[in-house]
């Protein structure tokens, strides 16, 4: 199979990826063979890059789910962001001048990225065609969202009680989903993304449920109380950061 069919294989995938919001998918398998782009397949658990390395390329995920990872001099590992199907990743840290990567890159399932070579897809060619002009757009919109994203993650830790974490990191989904909510981490991943010990959310989780602030299957959620009816103040010893 040539570099364009295997390209196209994956056309119905790219109606999902935000890059490519505005762009004609028809013309893309053309575009993407121009520039050299590759398709990868990452096993689960499987390094899409370190800590400290530079990343060559920007992803997007085509199939299956990245977590992004950061430790600290002491070996705990804090997921700080999680890629979905058709989101991007890298770009910051190559835009930002090539800089080293501050965490892991690690595929939780197995994954197919889309790798597009930084510079090169996303320099200006000399006619500006309407691909690089959508495309640039499309990033900077990207790293907007990523950079609100990050703020409101910022102000999750720094909630006192782990269940204003709890509870603000459910509503965050309830836009999207309504008032059946499911999480796409589980326990464990949850909290470290929370920042507290393992052992913390769970026993928080099962003081919710048994006040009927929230019911929970799995990954599974429902928020019964109303913001302004629930007590965020819990009387369980304070959760321990991770450092």
């Known amino acids: ?21 505005g762009i004609d998918l ?6 993407l063979m121009c520039k050299s782009a590759m398709i990868k397949k990452y096993k689960k658990g499987e390094f899409l890059l370190h800590q400290g390395d530079i990343s060559t390329y920007v992803g997007i995920l085509l199939e299956g789910q990245i977590h992004l990872l950061r430790e600290d001099d002491e070996d705990n590992s804090a997921l700080f962001s999680v ?3 058709g989101g991007n990743f890298f770009d910051a840290i190559c835009f930002g001048g090539s800089v080293p990567s501050p965490g892991d890159a690690v595929a939780n399932k197995d994954s197919i990225v889309l790798q597009l070579p930084y510079p090169d897809t996303f320099n200006l060619c000399k006619n500006s065609c309407e691909f ?4 640039i757009e499309n990033v900077l919109k990207s790293l907007s969202m990523k950079y609100l994203k ?3 993650h910022m102000t999750l830790i720094q909630m006192k009680s782990l269940r204003e974490r709890i509870l603000s990191y459910l ?12 999480v796409p981490i589980n326990r464990e991943e949850m909290s470290r993304y929370l920042g507290v010990s393992r052992t913390s959310l769970s026993h928080e989780l099962a003081s919710m449920k048994k006040e009927g602030l929230i019911d929970y299957w799995k990954n599974c959620f429902v928020i019964h109380a109303r913001k302004n009816e629930v ?13």
């Open 1 to 21: 199979m040539d570099d364009k069919n295997i390209y196209t294989k994956y056309l119905p995938h790219f109606k999902s990826v935000a890059l490519f919001q």
């Open 26 to 31: 028809n013309h893309l398998p053309h575009l």
């Open 83 to 85: 890629v979905e199907v």
């Open 132 to 135: 690089h002009i959508s495309l």
């Open 150 to 152: 990050l703020l409101d």
């Open 171 to 182: 509503r965050s989904f309830i836009p999207g989903q309504g008032g059946n909510i499911t």
């Open 231 to 243: 007590d965020l103040s819990s009387k369980s010893s304070p959760p321990k950061l991770i450092e």
